[in-house]
T-cell receptor, first 115, second 112 residues
Framework: DARVTQTPRHKVTEMGQEVTMRCQPILGHNTVFWYRQTMMQGLELLAYFRNRAPLDDSGMPKDRFSAEMPDATLATLKIQPSEPRDSAVYFC?????????????FGNGTRLTVT | DAKTTQPPSMDCAEGRAANLPCNHSTISGNEYVYWYRQIHSQGPQYIIHGLKNNETNEMASLIITEDRKSSTLILPHATLRDTAVYYCIVRVGKTSYDKVIFGPGTSLSVIP
């Protein structure tokens, strides 16, 4: 089965350090979503790309977060500088739009702990 | 954007059918209803989706009311492995812009 791959699975870092999370979407998918999940906030949409172009990043703190798609096989989410409140699980999902009925496929997430 | 309302939690006895309701009274005519579930510490998993007709696959059945204002996900014979958070989502549906927003979902506990 094709899968969305996220690396690293776990990351522990100190406050102020840069963190980069990577996502390999399913081959042929043209849409990538980044979500953040915490116990308090649930699944929050951070950014949304289609055909490598950002369509919406309104859920992302602009001063420290950035999301890019250098090519169709790689999406990155960077935090610089990281803060303890960024501790969460970050999920990437890919899909194909605008095909109606096409579901999203999620990776297993990157668990980030900022101390 | 159409929004959904789900009960925060439900219990179901193992082997019984689990019926998870979802209200989406503001749904538009071209918007699909999707269901995902998330087992602890994993990414959400797609279950099923529908537009107007009832749907069934190997995982579940989806019953959509005639007015499309609500739906029910049915797990016909719940097992302990079905314990998860279940999310009902209405896709925005615009061909040029289709954010996928998750609500808090329903936490289903399957009890032995």
């Amino acid at each position: 089965d094709a899968r969305v791959t996220q690396t690293p699975r776990h990351k522990v870092t100190e406050m102020g350090q840069e963190v980069t999370m990577r996502c390999q979407p399913i081959l042929g998918h043209n849409t990538v979503f980044w979500y953040r999940q915490t116990m308090m906030q649930g699944l929050e949409l951070l950014a949304y790309f289609r055909n490598r172009a950002p369509l919406d990043d309104s859920g992302m703190p602009k001063d420290r977060f950035s999301a890019e798609m250098p090519d169709a096989t790689l999406a990155t989410l960077k935090i610089q500088p990281s803060e303890p409140r960024d501790s969460a699980v970050y999920f990437c999902a890919s899909g194909f739009q605008p095909l109606r009925g096409s579901p999203l496929h999620f990776g297993n997430g990157t668990r980030l702990t900022v101390t | 954007d159409a929004k959904t309302t789900q009960p925060p939690s439900m219990d179901c006895a193992e082997g019984r059918a689990a019926n998870l309701p979802c209200n989406h009274s503001t749904i538009s005519g071209n918007e699909y209803v999707y269901w995902y579930r998330q087992i602890h510490s994993q990414g959400p998993q797609y279950i099923i989706h529908g537009l107007k007709n009832n749907e069934t696959n190997e995982m579940a059945s989806l019953i959509i009311t005639e007015d499309r204002k609500s739906s029910t996900l049915i797990l016909p014979h719940a097992t302990l492995r079905d314990t998860a958070v279940y999310y009902c989502i209405v896709r925005v549906g615009k061909t040029s812009y289709d954010k996928v927003i998750f609500g808090p979902g329903t936490s289903l506990s399957v009890i032995p």
